[in-house]
T-cell receptor
């Protein structure tokens, strides 16, 4: 079984400050991990993924995420937040051993509010 | 690349009618498509997984006869909400992925369905 947790419903950060959106996961094998962003009344946009290799993954719009196997975490980060980053962020995990047509499990989402 | 088009973006219809939502992958072959339902301020709920040329796999609790899914080609999947009722009002989102290993899901922009 695979699961993912986003412990914060909302994160507030001042514009220009660094931001972190937290995600922890649980899988039986080595995970595939993803971050998506959702703007109001829109679908999800892919930001970045971790499959293997370097623990620090860089993605779209200046976002990056760090895979930490010992802490089973995959936190999303950005060095300097923009007001336009305000949106809903979803972490997702897939256990490659689970089969199931590449089905992923999504977290409950974290609303990021960047304050001008 | 990896664009998914979902149509219509907004539907308002009377109770008892059937509504069809289309999901198209525009620049890649989508061997697998997913249909999600999203309630306000909540995460994505996977409804079903469809593979081209085969029957959809529905998640537990999702009525197969209520939500008809067809994946007739590698670029098109449709979701038909039959005999819709007000409780079916929701935001429906499709996603698509190719059979290339480790690829993320790419999402449509969603369909806001309102049943009067």
């Amino acid at each position: 079984a695979q699961s993912v947790a986003q412990p914060e419903d909302q994160v507030n950060v001042a514009e220009g400050n660094p931001l972190t959106v937290k995600c922890t996961y649980s899988v039986s094998g080595n995970p595939y991990l993803f971050w998506y962003v959702q703007y109001p009344n829109r679908g999800l946009q892919f930001l970045l993924k971790y499959i293997t290799g370097d623990n620090l993954v860089k993605g779209s719009y200046g976002f990056e995420a760090e895979f930490n196997k010992s802490q089973t975490s995959f936190h999303l980060k950005k060095p300097s937040a923009l007001v336009s980053d305000s949106a809903l962020y979803f972490c997702a995990v897939r256990d490659p051993l689970s089969g199931g047509y590449q089905k992923v499990t999504f977290g409950t989402g974290t609303k990021l509010q960047v304050i001008p | 690349g990896a664009v998914v088009s979902q149509h219509p973006s907004w539907v308002i219809c009377k109770s008892g009618t059937s509504v069809k939502i289309e999901c198209r992958s525009l620049d890649f072959q989508a061997t697998t498509m997913f249909w999600y339902r999203q309630f306000p301020k909540q995460s994505l709920m996977l409804m079903a997984t469809s593979n081209e040329g085969s029957k959809a796999t529905y998640e537990q609790g999702v009525e197969k006869d209520k939500f008809l899914i067809n994946h007739a080609s590698l670029t098109l999947s449709t979701l038909t909400v039959t005999s819709a009722h007000p409780e079916d009002s929701s935001f429906y989102i499709c996603s698509a992925t190719s059979d290339r290993k480790n690829q993320p899901q790419h999402f449509g922009d969603g369909t806001r369905l309102s049943i009067l």
